[in-house]
């Protein structure tokens, strides 16, 4: 089985995070894998994207256009990316975070609506797993992070729920975080109970 | 040992696994990340170093390989630009040790510079060119490198993109291998190793292509360019470099349309330079069409028609120069499944590739900024306040910009910065404002990474000629912008070792600069009232604007302050967020936020504010 996942977001939220989770859990398993991420600058803020190609012995680090059969999206605005990425079909998780431009926090410049996003994503042919950021769990009186939730939403809830198993990814977060295990492992197992309900 | 590693990192295992005693090189999105992982290895017998700029990078590897040890030099398709003058020296005289050259060309310009095709240096130096289509390729075709360098006695190219430098994948690697200790060669031979003199340069030159003819031979010898025929005379493919990577895909795809992908011969090519002749007249014989995938210039399809031409070939030639494809961008399964389309006349839906570009439109546009904190942003105010109390405007005021993180005051809420060449260019750019009779003061801007890299040339002209300008050094201690590299002005903080730091502080007036002052950008009214000065005296004036970059000063766990906010003061007029544009500021319900987290305390914020609103207080 393939599947090409596509990451956008702005720097700092986290999201590479995730993609290198997902292609050590691939690698420990024997599972062919190429994951690009694009940093740009050193600045935070800026817009990130990354790819992760699995399952082929032999692929290219750039998904094609239409091809990606999961997008994982941690910024309103930044989803539109990927809309042009996106498999008729494929699954959309989004994290509803909005990370305004100066520009639009001073009423300058617009910003995309939710709804008009979704919309987008609706009219792009793709399932929509929608993530409340305020739906985002405590750990110890804080909030947790929102990348390792979303992780888990994946791994529950997208395609990736047959080629991995928790407990495959648990391993990798386990050996990959020295510190705060047990506050990323929390949020990881909250992502994986995230329910159906709430995703419509 | 079976590890996940970039491209970057492959090559810097594939230089081990050569046994490189000296790697070199200066840092430049996207190949940045090899000499990186080699410095984070402290390595014993292999010496490494970013160096001041490329050339000096390609000189000392040109010592090393002369000496008859084997080395590594590093950068962006950029440095090649500066390193050249010197490469193509080196490239005529051959070498004894294995001389590897690693570029990373940019197709899709993903860090902003020019989409620069180092395929067309390899061309012009008759150089071998390699080229890795994968991470695991980079490893392997790294020794391999070497290899051919040491048997052709001449240096070698090894060129990847961004997107496989920066991919990350599983390679097989293998041991180091121990680096040699015999003792260096000291070769006197002139006729090899000066070019003074139309004799020596011209039999140099002969040799240098007969080098580049024998390491047509070893490549072909080696299989390295890998030719399959099919055994109907079907398309012919001829994919180079990581455009090989998405053929797979790209057939699998072309074939719902009528493709038959058992009927194609393909040659992929590892090595672009020299061009393979072997291999595509033995492709053109079977194919009565051949598409040609490279990304950017057509060197490689150019080649092809000429040997068409020799051939007295009759079929034909898709890629770049029918029209089919674009010399901008990277290549991907979207350009294999064209070709193939345009090559056999394929019935394509429109849709195929082509959706979500409505959505897009939508999507908020997102400039980049400094950090919160950066040094620089003190800097782009005191600018933009100096020229205000002078009475001027911004756009009568030329402030010439430089590589580097100091080039984002072009963006708002800035717009200080105007332009933007290549590293150095600041300093040398404003002088000939100047000479062209720009009435109003005049400002270079220039990193301190970039200043010891090519600015120090510029700035002694300026003062040998006496030009009215100010130049203001935006000193933030490191080479931030690629990702934190030390340069010769890097103070040896906690843990940084082996090198002697080299002070701007005592090379400006050594100069003859006579105007020399040093600020704290953070202090806004002694920073503006500097640059104020400067601008309405006579000649050439230096600024230094020192304080470290504050993603830096951060990782160490430091801060310059804490803010404290009064909200009764706010009366929410934004004007903080206007003329910081720092994004730990936000506006809350009764007054501004300050995003404790990314806050680094360096009171600019409280600079602005007129209400008393905000206060600094001084870190613990
Ligand atoms: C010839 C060349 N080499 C390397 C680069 C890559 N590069 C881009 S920004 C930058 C860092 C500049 O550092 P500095 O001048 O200290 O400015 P900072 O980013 O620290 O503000 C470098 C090396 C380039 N653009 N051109
Ligand atoms: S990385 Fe450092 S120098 Fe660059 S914008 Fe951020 S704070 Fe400024
Ligand atoms: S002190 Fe003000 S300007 Fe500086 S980082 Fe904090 S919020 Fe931003």
Redesign the interface.
């Known amino acids: 089985m393939n599947c090409d996942i596509y990451f956008t977001g ?1 720097g700092g939220q986290g999201i590479l995070t995730i993609g ?1 989770v997902l ?2 859990t691939a ?1 420990s398993m024997g599972i ?16 990130v994207k990354a790819q992760l190609r699995l399952g ?1 012995e ?5 998904i ?4 990606a059969d999961i997008v994982v999206s941690m910024e309103v ?2 989803s ?7 498999k008729e079909g494929g699954e959309f998780v989004l994290l509803g975070n909005v990370w ?7 009423g300058k ?4 609506a939710l709804e ?2 979704k919309e ?1 994503i609706h ?2 042919g793709a399932r929509l797993i929608y993530i409340d950021p305020a739906q985002l769990p405590l750990y110890q009186d804080e909030t947790v992070r929102a990348n390792l939730f979303v992780l888990g939403v994946l791994v529950h809830l997208s395609a990736l729920k047959h080629m991995f198993q928790p407990s495959d990814v648990e391993r990798v977060i386990r050996a990959r975080f020295s510190r705060e295990v047990e506050s990323n492992l929390f949020a990881f197992r909250c992502g994986l109970e995230y329910s159906v309900e709430e995703a419509a | 040992m ?1 590890k ?1 590693i970039t491209g970057n990192e492959a090559v810097a295992y594939g230089a081990l696994r050569a046994g490189v005693k000296v790697a070199c090189g200066y840092p430049g999105t996207p190949s940045t990340g090899c000499l990186a992982s080699l410095l984070l290895m402290d390595l014993k017998d292999t010496y490494v170093e970013w160096s001041v700029n490329e050339k000096v990078a390609v000189e000392i590897a040109a010592g090393v390989a002369w000496a008859g040890h084997r080395a590594l030099c590093t950068m962006k398709m950029s440095g090649v630009n500066v390193a050249y003058d010197s490469l193509i020296s080196v490239a005529y005289s051959g070498c004894d040790g294995g001389m590897v050259i690693y570029v990373a060309d940019d197709p899709g310009a ?2 902003g510079m020019c989409e620069q095709d180092t395929r067309g240096f390899a061309i012009m130096s008759d150089m071998p060119m390699l080229e890795p ?3 695991a390729e980079a490893y392997w075709l790294t020794q391999f490198a070497f290899e051919l360098s040491e048997q052709i006695k001449g240096p070698v190219f090894l060129r990847s993109v ?3 430098a ?5 390679v097989e690697i293998e041991e180091p291998a121990p680096v040699s200790q015999k003792p260096p060669l000291l070769v006197r031979d002139i006729a090899r190793y000066t070019k003074a003199g139309s004799v020596i340069a011209m039999t140099q030159h002969r040799q240098l292509i007969e080098r580049l003819e024998l390491a047509e031979k070893i490549i072909a010898q080696a299989g390295i360019n890998q030719l399959r025929l099919a055994k109907e005379a079907g398309l012919g493919i001829i994919a180079c470099g ?1 455009a090989a ?2 053929l ?2 790209g057939f699998e ?1 072309a074939q719902a349309y009528g493709f038959r992908p058992e009927t194609a011969s393909i040659l992929e090519i590892k090595a672009s330079h020299p061009f393979p002749s072997k291999e595509v007249s033995q492709l053109l014989d079977r194919c009565p069409t051949v598409l040609v995938l490279e990304e950017l210039e057509a060197y490689i399809e150019k080649s092809v028609y000429v040997m068409a031409q020799k051939l007295g070939y009759r079929g034909r030639i898709v890629g770049k120069l029918d029209g089919t494809l674009s010399r901008i961008g ?1 290549y ?3 350009q294999v499944v064209q070709g193939i389309s345009a090559a056999l006349k394929l019935d394509l839906p429109e849709t ?9 439109k ?11 904190g950066c040094p620089h942003r003190g800097t782009y105010m005191a600018i933009n306040q100096a020229i205000k109390r002078l009475k001027l405007k911004k756009n009568e005021v030329m402030v010439t910009g430089d590589i580097g ?1 100091t080039i ?1 005051g072009m963006n ?2 800035f717009d200080t910065v105007w332009n933007e060449i290549s590293m150095g260019a600041s300093v040398s750019l404003a002088q000939g404002y100047v000479h062209a009779g720009v009435q109003t003061p005049v400002i270079a801007t220039i990193g301190d990474s970039t200043f010891f890299h090519g600015g120090i040339p510029g700035l002694i002209n300026a003062v040998q000629h006496q030009v009215n300008m100010t130049l203001i050094i935006m000193d933030n201690r490191w080479t ?5 590299q030390v340069n010769p002005g890097t103070p040896c903080y906690d843990g940084l070792k082996g090198y002697q730091q080299v002070d701007i502080a005592s090379i400006v007036p050594a100069l003859g600069v006579n105007h020399f002052v040093i600020v704290d950008p953070f202090k806004l009214e002694e920073t503006s009232t500097a640059i104020q000065n400067a601008l309405v005296m006579p000649g050439v004036k230096v600024i230094l604007a020192r304080q470290e970059c504050a ?1 830096q000063a951060q990782r160490r766990g430091e801060k310059e302050g804490v803010i404290k906010i009064t909200p009764e003061n706010c009366n929410k007029c ?1 004007l903080c ?2 003329v910081t ?1 720092c ?1 730990a500021l ?2 809350g319900s009764d007054a501004i936020q300050i995003d404790p987290e ?1 806050c680094y305390g360096c009171g600019m914020c409280v600079q602005t504010c007129n209400k008393e609103a905000l206060h600094k207080e001084l870190a613990a």
């Open positions: 702005v290198e292609a050590e690698v062919p894998s190429n994951f690009y991420p694009s940093k740009g600058m050193a600045q935070r803020g800026g817009f082929r032999h692929v290219g680090p750039n094609p256009p239409r091809g605005s930044e539109l990316k990927a809309l042009p990425l996106i305004a431009p100066t520009a639009v926090a001073l410049a617009p910003y995309p008009q996003v987008q009219l792009a | 079976k996940l993903n860090a289509k994968s991470v961004t997107a496989i920066d991919s990350q994948a599983e990581v990577a998405y797979e895909e795809i990277e991907g399964v979207k195929l590739f082509n959706a979500g570009q409505e959505g897009l939508l999507a908020a546009a997102r400039p980049i900024t400094v950090c919160a993180c984002l708002p809420p931030a912008m690629t990702g934190m993603i934004k967020i206007i544009g994004p936000s506006l990314l």
